[in-house]
């Protein structure tokens, strides 16, 4: 089986292959990025694994991108322009990338709908955000349509065509662009942390788990789902008082800059609507939204949002555990 990865050297791309490379149910392992240094440290670091493959190419070239989802049958598509400020200055680049792109991989996997897989069909899985739920922010409106350009994908796919999901969650701890890279930057550069409000909330899920979830979505998708993982949260501020009482314990207070532009207090990740076509894997906590209304049997009782700030929350003890065990203390 042969899969393509867009965005394939960011923290995500790169958790994926170092899952998939051993696996023998893989044959090829394409990587589509715009990056040639980071596709050569990926090269060198799996030592040139011949099932690795690098595109070099842009989210934007529906040519490049038809090309590379050439005998595909397993799609992951991650490129995105996710960081808020950047979206909010560059509107336009942010509409390319993140919509305009959408649709031009949707368009390439459906011009190669020769693709064969066990199902009976290729599989197209978008990597989506809270943000996109209820968006305040640029950033969020581009994936609330890349998400709804995927899930309406499946009306047009044809009777042999791919199948189109979406897996959705919060920010991914210790990768890219995220907080906790930001406050160790922070910390080790001897700086009080930033923090924008006493009270925010974000949802934590892992490399590993955000991994899992997609091997997941993969294997169960039939087309016109989105993916959510069940996940706890964290109190901002509770992260930047355990890093700073490891690095700086002569410190006990952080700086509040005040909420940004395009940023929320506390993030929702199911709506009180999509509650109404939600049902909950218990086995794989996972909750997953139909496109349509299900089973009255199958659906959530609770039909309330679920936002960060009222799932379960991780103690001080708990997330000093869960920087341990990613390693955020190592090499300082």
């Given at each position: 089986m042969n899969i393509l990865i867009t965005g394939g050297t960011g923290s995500l791309g790169n958790a994926l292959v170092s899952e998939l490379i051993h696996s023998p149910t893989f044959e090829r392992i394409c990587i589509y990025s715009r990056d040639e240094h980071k596709q050569e440290q990926m090269r060198v670091k799996y030592n040139n694994n011949p099932k690795l493959r690098f595109f070099i190419g842009d989210i934007r070239d529906k040519d490049r991108l038809t090309l590379a989802c050439k005998n595909i049958q397993l799609i992951v598509h991650t490129a995105a322009l996710k960081i808020v400020p950047t979206a909010e200055y560059n509107p336009f680049e942010a509409l390319k990338t993140n919509v305009i792109g959408a649709q031009n991989l949707i368009e390439a996997a459906i011009a190669n709908n020769h693709m064969v897989y066990p199902t009976g069909y290729p599989k197209v899985l978008a990597i989506s955000t809270d943000k996109a739920v209820h968006p305040i922010n640029l950033y969020g409106a581009t994936?609330?349509?890349a998400e709804k350009l995927f899930i309406d994908a499946n009306n047009i796919m044809?009777?042999?065509?791919?199948?189109?999901?979406?897996?959705?969650?919060?920010?991914?701890?210790?990768?890219n662009g995220s907080v906790i890279p930001l406050f160790k930057s922070q910390v080790t550069k001897g700086k009080q942390l930033t923090i924008t409000h006493d009270h925010m909330t974000r949802f934590w899920i892992t490399l590993d788990q955000a991994v899992s979830l997609i091997k997941y979505s993969l294997d169960t998708m039939h087309g016109g789902e989105i993916f959510v993982p069940k996940m706890n949260a964290f109190n901002v501020k509770d992260l930047a008082m355990v890093m700073m009482d490891s690095y700086l314990p002569e410190k006990k207070w952080c700086e509040v800059i005040g909420i940004r532009p395009g940023e929320k207090l506390h993030e929702e990740i199911i709506t009180r609507e999509e509650m109404e076509t939600t049902r909950f894997d218990?086995?794989?906590f996972t909750y997953i939204i139909a496109k349509v209304s299900v089973s009255q049997d199958a659906i959530m009782d609770n039909k309330n949002a679920i936002t960060s700030?009222?799932?379960?929350?991780?103690?001080?003890?708990?997330i000093r555990t869960l920087l341990t065990e990613l390693g955020v203390f190592d090499g300082v």
């Open positions: 994936k609330l349509c044809g009777k042999h065509g791919p199948r189109f999901s979406v897996a959705r969650y919060g920010n991914v701890s210790n990768s218990a086995a794989n700030d009222n799932v379960s929350r991780y103690t001080e003890r708990q």
